[in-house]
């Protein structure tokens, strides 16, 4: 079913929940059970995953994907070349660039790309340039991203730097000078180098 709201359209499609006060332009696509909330504006050719939740005052651009049980949260804009993948967070205010040499009135042939990888989570006011954020990776209120970021990594600064290593549940891991770390939650990580670490399978 669509409703026309000032020439475009809301849509309900299977088990979404568009608010009144939502545009959603005709030919994107909502997954089961998202929920779109007032005045988000959702270009064509958008695709969003199912279980995700897009909060007020958000603005998609044709182009972007992303998947499952994405968080977006206010004031946060998305534009073309972007990619989230499942169980992202993205945090008020967050901002994205996708043109390194932007001018006005001209448009490049493609734009920059954004990739943020599962699970990864980016605090309110930080800023992303065109990169991609590793899996589980966590970025610190009002940082400025300029580089791509490793799967796991605590980042926070401007320009971000690494400064630690997060597990899947948030907590901050803690190598004391060895290789292996063993969160609270019980997961366990390795790290090679100083810009890798990864999570090992329990083999006992």
């Known amino acids: ?51 995700c939740n897009i909060c007020d005052h958000t603005f998609i651009e044709n182009g972007v994907r992303l998947g499952d049980r994405v968080t977006l949260k206010c004031g946060v804009h998305l534009w073309s070349g972007l990619t ?42 930080c800023t992303i340039l065109p990169c991609a954020i590793g899996s589980w990776a966590m970025i610190g209120a009002g940082s400025i991203i300029t580089r791509d970021v490793p799967d796991y990594a605590l980042v926070i600064g401007n320009p971000g730097r690494i400064t630690g290593w997060v597990c899947r549940c948030a907590s901050k891991l803690d190598f004391e000078g ?25 083999l006992s």
């Not at 809301?10 to 005709?26: K, L, R, Y």
């Not at 008020?92 to 954004?114: H, I």
């Open 84 to 125: 989230a993948e499942d169980d992202v967070f993205i945090g008020p205010c967050v901002a994205f660039a996708n043109d390194l040499r932007p001018r006005s009135k001209r448009r490049p042939t493609e734009y920059s790309k954004v990739l943020l990888k599962n699970g990864a989570s980016l605090g309110s006011n």
């Open 1 to 51: 079913m669509a409703a026309s709201i000032g020439g475009f359209y809301t849509m309900n499609t299977s088990d979404s929940i568009i608010h009144p006060a939502a545009i959603v332009e005709e030919g994107a696509c909502i997954g089961a059970r998202t929920r779109v909330w007032a005045f988000a504006h959702i270009l064509s050719g958008v695709i969003i995953g199912n279980d």
């Open 178 to 202: 060895t290789k292996m770390a063993t969160c609270k939650c019980g997961r366990k990580y390795f790290r090679e180098g100083n810009t890798t670490v990864y999570e090992k399978e329990d």
